[in-house]
């Protein structure tokens, strides 16, 4: 049964029952009926506000006019004129935050905005086939982009369609970075994603999978043989918590959780020889995208009890809503304003406990949200057999040893100029989480396109 918000069209959704025995895709799509009416509430604005709040312009008004008409292909062009991935993104960008929260509809009273993620998934999934400009590879200029994920994706596709000579180079066997490895199937299903981000091979894109650069590849190598280099490796190494017994056996990271179900495909066991561990009772900590994917993803895996533990408030969560509220249908248990203090081990070193502290908020932080403080004498414990830590990510190491001469922030991440995306070396740009921290899919995508204009403008000047 879909969720229906005031007066615009739900999304239809697999049965919670059926949802906790499968990976299947809990949000179904649109109907071809139900996109026609979505698209008939969009009042057409002149001065199009919901454009600006698209990190990648798409023109939102265009495409919904053609899809209240039915005019599916026109439509499809205009959304690929801006976005590469419409698939991916009209399922997992935080469309309430962006071009929906600035939705003139959204303003008025008993009214929600445009649901123009939906409508974006809902001509992505015609997958009409798409006219290549016929100017591929005209330049003998060539570009490397390091990493496959979203940010790399746009500016192959983007360096691509003005004539460049495009290859990437990923780490792992497959294109989509945290689409493929940490975003699981019941949310993004894998073929979507390896259909959309392999697609831009029909560019004229390349790929050489496997190959980690800085490590495998010398850095200064790809430099010598290219006319400018992409650096979008995202930020894949997870923050853990540090507190004591986070060695026990049963604690995990987010990202090692959630690249061994998706990734070596745990979630196909015993179709695929890969199984992960999963126990009884589960503690997630944190309250984001991450957690609620690995809270979700535990429950399908056979957890009978999961319980997400969060030092805010519910208002502090950072996860989109909807998948908070997909998680609280499946199951998942909330403690809010709680800290974990330590681990506890049985004779066995596996994790058997929670030490936790109850929390208060007081006055904003840095974040502007209220810091949580600990209650003096609060401390309780928790029985857990698993422990899964999803409190954030950070850069991974490789950019201090291989990437020589490249400057960063005391944080690890890439240093760049905001507008063109350029490091301190000549004729090396990055984009993505390994220049802002953990972000989102389309903000990487709007720093890919951002730094593919500035490469070609540089490519141009040679
Ligand atoms: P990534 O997607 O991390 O891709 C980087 C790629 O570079 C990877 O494929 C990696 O293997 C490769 N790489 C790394 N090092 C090297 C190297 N040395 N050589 C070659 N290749 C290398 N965002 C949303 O908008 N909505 C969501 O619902 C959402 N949910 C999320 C859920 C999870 C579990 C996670 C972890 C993140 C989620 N995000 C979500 C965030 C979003 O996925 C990221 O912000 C986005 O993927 C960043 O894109 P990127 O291209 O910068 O990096
Ligand atoms: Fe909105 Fe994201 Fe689509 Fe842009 S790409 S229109 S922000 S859903
Ligand atoms: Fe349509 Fe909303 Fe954009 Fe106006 S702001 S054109 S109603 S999607």
Redesign the pocket.
């Given at each position: 049964m879909g969720v229906r918000i005031a007066d615009r069209v739900g999304m239809p959704e697999l049965d919670v029952n059926r949802r906790l025995k499968s990976f299947e895709e809990v949000a179904t799509g649109y109907t071809e009926e139900m996109a026609i009416a979505e698209a008939s509430r969009c009042l057409q604005c002149p001065t199009k506000p919901?454009v600006s709040?698209?990190?990648?312009?798409?023109d939102?008004p265009t495409f919904i006019k053609d899809v209240k008409n039915r005019n599916y292909e026109s439509a499809s062009r205009t959304?690929f004129a801006?976005?590469n991935l419409?698939r991916i993104?009209?399922r997992v960008?935080?469309?309430e935050k962006?071009?929906?929260a600035v939705c003139v509809l959204s303003k008025m009273k008993d009214k929600e905005p445009v649901a123009?993620?939906r409508l974006?998934r809902f001509v992505g999934d015609l997958q009409i086939e798409r006219e290549m400009p016929g100017s591929l590879q005209t330049s003998k200029r060539r570009v490397a982009v390091v990493g496959g994920g979203p940010a790399g994706i746009t500016v192959a596709a983007d360096l691509a369609t003005k004539g460049y000579r495009v290859t990437i180079y990923e780490a792992f066997h497959t294109m989509g970075g945290v689409l493929v490895y940490g975003i699981p199937a019941f949310r993004l299903p894998k073929d979507t994603v390896v259909d959309e981000a392999e697609g831009i091979a029909s560019m004229g894109v390349e790929f050489v999978r496997s190959q980690v650069i800085g490590r495998t590849l010398p850095f200064q190598e790809i430099r010598d043989d290219y006319d400018a280099v992409f650096i979008g490796i995202g930020a894949g190494a997870p923050r853990l918590s540090g507190v004591p017994g986070s060695n026990l056996n049963n604690v995990f990271s987010a990202s090692e959780f959630l690249t061994r179900v998706n990734l070596l495909n745990a979630w196909q066991f015993p179709e695929y020889d890969t199984p992960v561990v999963v126990k009884r009772n589960v503690a997630v900590i944190g309250a984001g995208n991450v957690t609620m994917d690995a809270a979700r993803t535990a429950k399908r895996l056979g957890a009978e009890n999961v319980t997400v533990v969060y030092r805010r408030s519910e208002q502090e969560m950072p996860a989109r809503r909807e998948e908070y509220l997909h998680a609280i249908e499946e199951g998942i248990d909330f403690k809010w304003l709680t800290l974990p203090t330590e681990y506890i081990g049985d004779i066995n070193n596996n994790v058997s406990a929670m030490r936790c502290a109850r929390m208060e908020l007081g006055p904003p932080d840095e974040s502007g949200r209220r810091r949580p403080e600990k209650v003096d004498g609060s401390e309780f414990d928790m029985e857990i057999e698993m422990v899964i830590e999803a409190i954030g990510q950070k850069a991974n190491t490789v950019l201090r040893y291989g990437f020589p001469g490249l400057e960063l922030n005391p944080w690890g991440f890439i240093k760049t100029v905001e507008e063109t995306g350029l490091t301190n070396l000549e004729g090396v740009y990055a984009g993505g989480d390994i220049v802002t921290g953990a972000a989102t899919v389309?903000e990487a995508?709007g720093a890919g396109k951002k730094a593919a204009e500035s490469i070609s403008k540089y490519l141009d000047s040679l």
């Open positions: 919901c709040g698209c990190p990648v312009g798409i939102i959304i801006s976005n419409p993104c009209g960008c935080p469309q962006q071009c929906e123009i993620g974006e389309i995508m």
